[in-house]
Each structure stands twice: as C-alpha cells, then as structure tokens.
C-alpha cells in the first residue's frame, strides 16, 4: 500500500546563525524563503503566534514555495495563552479574519500550542475543540494541539481528539522533559523532534535518524510505530496519511541539516 506523503522542515526561515551554515555567503534575507523552500518540504510559521499577518502576506509566502510545499501555521497565542480554553472564539474569529487560507493548498495544519502550564481538563478541552472549523473559506482544515502538560497524557484526550469535528491531531514530541503521545486521532500525524545537538553536523546521529524515518514512514503507510507510547488499545484503520516532521528547538543552527538529512531518507 503507498503511504501518504511526509513533509519534513524547521521552524521559520530566519535565524542569524544559518546564515553561513545554512544559507550561503551573500544571499540576500528576501531570498532565504525560496532558498529553504528548495531545500525542505514544509516550513512552521511562528510568527502568527505573536502577531496577525496581511492576507497578501500570506499569498507573497505561496508564491515564493514551490508546488507541494506546506506551511503548518501557529495559532494565536491570544486564544491558547488563557485559563479557559472555551472562552477564545473571539480570537479564533480574528485568527481566521488574517486569512491564512490565502495560502490555498500551501496552508498546511494549524497548530494550536498551548501554554506548559496549561492541565487537560476534559469539558474545557471538549469545548474548545467545538470552536475549531473543518472548513474555513472553503479550504478544509487540519489542526494539531501541543499539549505539554503531563495531565494531557491520558486515554480521555485522545478520544475527544478522535471524535472532534474537525482533523485534529496532538503533536508527537521528542523531548525528554514532555510526555510522547503517538496515537493516531487524525488523517495526518504531526512530530516536532526537539533534541538536536550541536556536536552533530546532522543534529541527529545518523541511526536516530534512520529510527525517525522508518517511524515516518510507518505512520505514512497507516499504521502506528511499535516503538513509540500509546495511550489507547484502539488501533486507527490502515490507510495511508500525510505525515509532518519539524525540527524544532534542540540546536537549531543544525535543523535545517537534521531536515535535509531526514528528507534523505524519506524521500520528497
């Protein structure tokens, strides 16, 4: 059975250190987008975290990707960073008055990251996920929650996620100070792989990479990687799904290396 296909990138396009070990000598900042956009297959926006962006901007970006690319895009902080998840529709509203769809079929899952602090309390959580659309300006939606709190490890979130509304999934994250959750609650699965060093030229050693994307690829032809924890016995249908995987954090001069490294062996 053919797998779906596994988008692999970084966070943002930015960052001074890869300029010289990433990017080249030279190259101009208003190149480096279509620079990374050669070399990885999807980039995470972060900077909608922080601020809306101009639907032009949002176009500009599409423009300078190449066909297939994605961009999984961070959610408001204004909506996450609250006590009461329910009460954000008002700044779910402004989120999508940005127009993030203006990416068309380069927009790729929303995340929606929430604060370390932030406890799974069910009927909250139920809520919240309510306020989440399938469909936004006629582009259906994939959404993804990173949830960080070990409370969120529990068999409970994963069926409100299965039976939400709309695509959601949880993130998958490799870090050693937060819970990994590999149940699969989606069409998609998305990973942020946070433990890149810096005394690696790659981030990661050659056979954790190889670990990585035999899991990628495992997820990508439907099923769910043995080596990972689950929180459910329940086992999702075999078919094939979109996987992403960003590295994130860790030693982020080396991610844009780990990226191209992992898309290696995992193909394009």
Request: hydrophobic content about 40%; aromatic content about 10%; glycine content about 8%.
């Given at each position: 059975?053919?797998?779906?296909?596994?988008f692999?990138?970084?966070?943002?396009w930015?960052?001074?250190?890869?300029r010289?070990?990433?990017?080249?000598?030279?190259?101009?900042?208003?190149?480096?987008?279509?620079?990374?956009?050669?070399?990885?297959?999807?980039?995470e926006?972060?900077?909608t975290?922080y601020?809306g962006q101009?639907?032009?901007?949002?176009?500009?970006?599409?423009?300078?990707?190449?066909?297939?690319?994605?961009?999984?895009l961070?959610a408001?902080?204004?909506?996450?960073?609250r006590?009461?998840?329910?009460?954000?529709?008002?700044?779910?509203e402004?989120?999508?008055?940005?127009?993030?769809?203006?990416?068309?079929?380069?927009l790729g899952?929303i995340?929606?990251?929430?604060?370390?602090y932030?406890?799974?309390?069910?009927?909250?959580?139920?809520?919240?996920?309510?306020?989440?659309?399938?469909?936004?300006?006629?582009v259906?939606?994939?959404?993804v929650?990173?949830?960080?709190?070990?409370?969120?490890?529990?068999?409970?979130?994963?069926?409100?996620?299965?039976?939400?509304?709309?695509?959601?999934?949880?993130?998958?994250?490799?870090?050693?100070?937060?819970?990994?959750?590999?149940d699969?609650?989606?069409d998609?699965?998305y990973?942020?792989?946070?433990r890149?060093r810096?005394?690696v030229?790659?981030?990661y050693?050659?056979?954790e990479?190889?670990?990585?994307?035999?899991?990628?690829?495992?997820?990508?032809?439907?099923?769910?990687?043995?080596d990972l924890?689950?929180?459910?016995?329940?086992?999702?249908?075999?078919?094939?799904?979109?996987?992403?995987?960003?590295?994130?954090?860790?030693?982020?001069v080396?991610?844009?290396?780990?990226?191209?490294?992992?898309?290696?062996?995992v193909?394009?």
């Open positions: 059975m053919a797998g779906g296909r596994i692999v990138g970084v966070g943002g930015t960052f001074e250190p890869w010289g070990t990433f990017y080249p000598a030279g190259l101009k900042k208003d190149a480096e987008l279509a620079y990374m956009a050669e070399r990885l297959t999807a980039i926006i972060n900077g975290f601020r101009k639907p032009e901007t949002f176009a500009r970006w599409a423009s300078e990707a190449p066909d297939g690319f994605q961009f999984p961070k408001s902080r204004f909506t996450t960073s006590r009461v998840l329910a009460e954000g529709a008002e700044s779910i402004k989120f999508w008055a940005t127009k993030p769809t203006a990416l068309g079929d380069k899952p995340l929606w990251q929430l604060p370390s932030k406890r799974f309390e069910r009927e909250d959580v139920a809520a919240f996920l309510k306020l989440l659309p399938a469909v936004q300006d006629g259906k939606l994939r959404h929650i990173e949830a960080t709190h070990e409370s969120f490890a529990d068999p409970a979130f994963v069926e409100l996620l299965r039976e939400a509304k709309a695509e959601v999934a949880q993130v998958v994250i490799d870090d050693p100070d937060h819970p990994t959750i590999a699969v609650t989606a998609f699965v990973l942020r792989l946070e890149s810096e005394d030229e790659t981030g050693p050659a056979d990479l190889d670990a990585w994307a035999k899991r990628l690829k495992t997820y990508a032809a439907g099923g769910v990687p043995s924890p689950t929180l459910t016995g329940s086992k999702p249908a075999k078919t094939p799904r979109d996987v992403y995987c960003f590295f994130i954090s860790g030693a982020k080396r991610n844009p290396a780990a990226a191209m490294a992992m898309i290696e062996r193909g394009r």
